[in-house]
Nanobody, 124 residues
Framework: QLQLVESGGGLMQAGGSLRLSCAAS????????IAWFRQAPGKERDGVSC????????YYADSVKGRFIISRDNAKNTVYLEMYSLKPEDTAVYYC?????????????????WGQGTQVTVSS
């Protein structure tokens, strides 16, 4: 059974750091790109970052570029999102998602499976 389980969210003061994890099971992680999205209350779900399965090509939203780092450890079946210099506007539910293919083609690859999300709250 395919699963994506996010963890690592929480409450953090502005300027702090968090590392989100996305643990994958039920499929071969190294064959697929993985993306992170976030959704703030009353807003649409936005793409945050994506990492391809080959060459680890990465993409970032302009709002997080230089502050967030996406990485993957295929041996551990886990994708990470390291978040630094957090801002109140980073507050959202963060979702990891499995792309249909090995590549990202930007922040919005075709997605065929979503995790359940983890809440990140940044206080000012």
């Amino acid at each position: 059974q395919l699963q994506l389980v996010e963890s690592g969210g929480g409450l953090m003061q502005a300027g702090g750091s968090l590392r989100l994890s996305c643990a994958a099971s039920g499929f071969t992680l190294e064959d697929y790109a993985i993306a992170w999205f976030r959704q703030a209350p009353g807003k649409e779900r936005d793409g945050v970052s994506c990492i391809s399965s080959r060459h680890d090509t990465t993409y970032y939203a302009d709002s997080v570029k230089g502050r967030f780092i996406i990485s993957r450890d295929n041996a551990k079946n886990t994708v990470y999102l390291e978040m630094y210099s957090l801002k109140p506007e980073d507050t959202a539910v963060y979702y990891c998602a499995k792309a249909q293919y090995h590549y990202c083609s930007g922040l919005y690859p075709p997605i065929d499976y979503w995790g359940q999300g983890t809440q990140v709250t940044v206080s000012s």
